[in-house]
């Protein structure tokens, strides 16, 4: 099974940015689709950002268009989340995900990481 392991996540002020790291296990990186979502405290998990495998289309939930960037690389088996311009309401824990379509739905994934803590302050 692949694993999927975030880092990245800490402490900034509004304003301020942040580089979130999704290393994954396994040959087969690329034959899946990647997510970012993100649960804040006493809130449901919401959608972040999704790109495809191969061609690395991507997809940004509106609250965060314009302002994050979503990449991958390959060679190392590895996702990257650039926040740019970060918003005391980005603070969640945010999570990667694999799924074998392109999504913006939860259950659309069903490898998931462990999950990384962003906090901005203003």
């Known amino acids: 099974q692949v694993q999927l392991v975030e880092s990245g996540g800490g402490l900034v002020q509004a304003g301020g940015s942040l580089r979130l790291s999704c290393a994954a296990s396994g040959r087969t990186f690329e034959s899946y689709h990647m997510g970012w979502f993100r649960q804040a405290p006493g809130k449901e998990r919401e959608f972040v950002a999704a790109i495809t495998d191969y061609a690395g289309y991507t997809d940004y939930a509106d609250s965060v268009k314009g302002r994050f960037t979503l990449s991958r690389d390959s060679a190392k088996n590895t996702v990257y989340l650039q926040m740019n311009s970060l918003k005391p309401e980005d603070t969640a824990v945010y999570y990667c995900?694999?799924?074998?379509?392109?999504?913006?739905?939860?259950?659309?994934?069903?490898?998931w990481g462990q999950g990384t803590q962003v906090t901005v302050s203003s």
């Open positions: 995900a694999a799924a074998g379509v392109f999504s913006r739905h939860d259950y659309s994934y069903n490898i």
